[in-house]
């Protein structure tokens, strides 16, 4: 067997998970840059997936602590497509996908890590973007460090 070290990934493995929501816990906290918020709206926000499956991965969501899109008013909804259409033409512009890939998993069978808070993944993909890393060794290379993008992306966001 092969291996692949990532000691960058120990403090991942190696850390208790914290209480709660973490899409709360970073609306809640005041550095967004740490907590990779790049975006805050009237009613959703924009943040950086701190496990991405491709460079970019980006959450939109709700302000409100809600699991269904049944549970959002008008405004909510309005605003959380227009982040997401806005997201699609910034990472375009910045990091140049070949296409997305865009979902919502609603319970836990459907994949949801975090059930009780909705999120919108936008995962940007790239043409021959699946590998033998993905298909035999459960790995994925991410190029770019979540800080760098996140310093990239948020002054977009905020123009």
């Known amino acids: 067997m092969r291996r692949i070290w990532a000691p960058w990934?120990?403090?991942?493995?190696?850390?208790?998970?914290e209480e709660g929501c973490f899409l709360c816990r970073a609306l809640e906290r005041e550095?967004?840059?740490?907590?990779?918020?790049v975006y805050r709206g009237t009613t959703c926000a924009v943040i950086l997936n701190r496990y991405p499956y491709s460079n970019g991965h980006l959450l939109v969501f709700p302000h409100r602590h809600v699991p269904e899109p049944r549970e959002l008013t008008a405004e909510e909804k309005l605003e959380s497509m227009t982040l997401l259409d806005r997201a699609i033409a910034?990472?375009?512009?910045t990091i140049a996908p070949h296409g997305f890939n865009v979902g919502i998993n609603i319970g836990k069978a459907a994949g949801a890590g975090l059930e009780t808070h909705l999120?919108?993944?936008?995962?940007?993909?790239?043409?021959?973007?699946?590998?033998?890393?993905?298909?035999?060794?459960?790995?994925?290379?991410i190029p770019q460090s979540l800080l760098d993008l996140w310093d990239r992306l948020h002054p977009l966001f905020n123009a």
């Open 9 to 17: 990934r120990l403090e991942y493995v190696a850390s208790e998970a």
């Open 31 to 37: 550095d967004d840059r740490e907590n990779l918020l």
């Open 90 to 93: 910034i990472l375009r512009e």
């Open 119 to 141: 999120h919108t993944h936008i995962v940007p993909r790239w043409n021959g973007d699946t590998n033998y890393m993905a298909v035999i060794g459960d790995t994925r290379v």
